[in-house]
């Protein structure tokens, strides 16, 4: 069983920077992929990044590249998001989530999710 939580959400202003945790806990043997999702309301669920957890191999969606920086910390056990050149449009909920079929962006073969951070980015 995984265990993911989020943090560092927050409200800031275009271009501003943030840097979002995903704590995680339990047994990642069967891991295969961990990434960070985002939603806004009326819209459906976006991928933003993703690791293969195996080689700490990086991949990023759209919304992400050259702006954002996928992470690990394996002495904290976390997943970082650094965001800069925060844009209006990065106004969301953001999610962490684990998966053992993917180190892609498919959603749908992510089967653990943290509860998800808000950010909010204003001009």
């Known amino acids: 069983q995984v265990e993911l939580v989020e943090s560092g959400g927050g409200l800031v202003q275009a271009g501003d920077s943030l840097n979002l945790s995903c704590t995680i806990s339990?047994?990642?043997?069967?891991?295969?992929?961990m990434g960070w999702f985002r939603q806004s309301p009326g819209k459906e669920r976006e991928y933003v990044a993703s690791m293969f957890w195996l080689t700490n191999d990086t991949y990023y969606g759209d919304p992400a590249k050259g702006r954002f920086t996928l992470s690990r910390d394996d002495v904290e056990k976390t997943l970082k998001l650094q965001m800069n050149s925060l844009q209006i449009n990065d106004t969301a909920i953001y999610y962490c989530?684990?998966?053992?079929?993917?180190?892609?962006?498919?959603?749908?073969?992510?089967?653990?999710w943290g509860q998800g951070t808000q950010v909010t980015v204003s001009s």
């Open positions: 989530a684990e998966s053992r079929l993917t180190f892609y962006g498919n959603a749908d073969e992510y089967h653990t």
């Open positions: 339990g047994n990642l043997q069967y891991t295969f992929g």
